[in-house]
């Protein structure tokens, strides 16, 4: 989700591009980044449809977070905030106990195995006060009372361009191949109140597994752990108009309505080239017997 008020605004003098450094080295909106949800489409409706997937009919699999009970899901917030909110598109907010009540929602649906939930704003660490729900593990950028600031400032741009907590996020990352055996601890370490001028807090009251163990690349390389197993993977059979089963035993029967009728046009061809064969062989027959007759007729004649 992007609000495009950065990239598409007249003041920005590069269209379209947004750099983490005042070197213009890195575009953070290069050609390999897909956008699913842009300007006006952000707002917290759409927010919360989207984790809770809760969805209107027409919403395309593309634009829906297609996640399970084995899914550990990164969610990354930025913008402003306060305490127990943050801010979409300055006009509406969303609270701590909204995002609570979401993710107490795909708990129950079993939308996830893990969630990292990370806040840089405001008073961040307000933002995941009311969360209840197990196995979310919670870091943000600042306490309560306390701000968050912005690392430093383009001067041809005319504005900050990065905070310091997302600086120093994404200089930790560029270090993190899909190897790597870095941990979530070690993110946490680097940040310090000498760097960004905030106590970062994070929470792990209802996280079940030891971060100094949980390497970074679970949550954001997309490296998953595989689970081998030699039993048979049971499948689900529902119900639901238009479900997988039932597509699956329409195209069954399709297919093997389809086998019936090629076996039946071959045995229909068969019978056809064997009732030709057959007359075929009485015509020949008919034939000879009349020659010879023909024959004997005209040996009995001038005899």
């Given at each position: 989700?992007?609000?495009?008020?950065?990239?598409?605004?007249?003041?920005?003098?590069?269209?379209?591009?947004?750099?983490?450094?005042?070197?213009?080295?890195?575009?953070?909106?290069?050609?390999?980044?897909?956008?699913?949800?842009?300007?006006y489409?952000?707002?917290?409706?759409?927010?919360?449809?989207?984790?809770?997937?809760?969805?209107?009919?027409?919403?395309?699999?593309?634009?829906?977070?297609?996640?399970?009970?084995?899914?550990?899901?990164?969610?990354?917030?930025?913008?402003?905030?306060?305490?127990?909110?943050?801010?979409?598109?300055?006009?509406?907010?969303?609270?701590?106990?909204?995002?609570?009540?979401?993710?107490?929602?795909?708990?129950?649906?079993?939308?996830?195995?893990?969630?990292?939930?990370?806040?840089?704003?405001?008073q961040a660490?307000?933002?995941?006060?009311?969360?209840?729900?197990?196995?979310?593990?919670?870091?943000?950028?600042?306490?309560?009372?306390?701000?968050?600031?912005?690392?430093?400032?383009?001067?041809?741009?005319?504005?900050?361009?990065?905070?310091?907590?997302?600086?120093?996020?994404?200089?930790f990352?560029?270090n993190?191949?899909?190897?790597s055996?870095?941990?979530?601890?070690?993110l946490?370490?680097t940040?310090?109140?000498?760097?960004?001028?905030?106590?970062?807090?994070?929470?792990?009251?209802?996280y079940?597994?030891?971060?100094?163990?949980?390497?970074?690349?679970?949550?954001?390389?997309?490296?998953?752990?595989?689970?081998?197993?030699?039993?048979?993977?049971?499948?689900?059979?529902?119900?639901?108009?238009?479900?997988?089963?039932?597509?699956?035993?329409?195209?069954?029967?399709?297919?093997?309505?389809?086998?019936?009728?090629?076996?039946?046009?071959?045995?229909?061809?068969?019978?056809?080239?064997?009732?030709?064969?057959?007359?075929f062989?009485?015509?020949?027959?008919?034939?000879?017997?009349?020659?010879?007759?023909?024959?004997?007729?005209l040996?009995?004649?001038?005899?």
């Open positions: 989700m992007l609000a495009d008020d950065m990239a598409c605004n007249p003041r920005n003098s590069y269209p379209g591009v947004i750099f983490n450094n005042a070197n213009h080295k890195l575009d953070l909106y290069g050609d390999n980044i897909e956008v699913d949800y842009r300007g489409e952000v707002n917290v409706e759409n927010f919360i449809r989207l984790l809770t997937g809760r969805h209107d009919s027409r919403v395309p699999r593309a634009k829906q977070l297609l996640t399970d009970k084995n899914s550990n899901i990164l969610i990354y917030m930025t913008g402003h905030g306060g305490d127990e909110f943050l801010k979409f598109q300055d006009n509406e907010e969303i609270s701590s106990q909204d995002i609570a009540d979401a993710f107490e929602q795909m708990h129950q649906k079993k939308r996830y195995n893990e969630i990292l939930f990370i806040i840089d704003t405001c660490n307000t933002l995941y006060k009311k969360f209840y729900s197990p196995n979310i593990l919670s870091i943000g950028s600042s306490s309560y009372g306390e701000n968050s600031y912005s690392h430093h400032a383009d001067a041809e741009v005319g504005v900050a361009v990065i905070d310091r907590f997302t600086y120093y996020t994404l200089e990352m560029e993190v191949h899909r190897n055996n870095t941990t979530l601890l070690d946490f370490r940040y310090s109140y000498d760097r960004l001028g905030s106590n970062v807090g994070w929470s792990t009251d209802l079940s597994r030891d971060i100094s163990r949980v390497r970074t690349t679970e949550f954001f390389g997309a490296v998953v752990r595989v689970h081998l197993t030699r039993d048979s993977y049971p499948l689900e059979r529902t119900t639901e108009k238009g479900s997988d089963i039932k597509s699956q035993e329409v195209i069954h029967n399709r297919d093997k309505q389809r086998s019936l009728n090629i076996v039946n046009e071959k045995n229909d061809t068969s019978i056809i080239g064997q009732q030709q064969e057959d007359l062989n009485f015509d020949f027959v008919s034939k000879g017997v009349s020659f010879v007759a023909i024959l004997l007729g040996y009995y004649l001038y005899k």
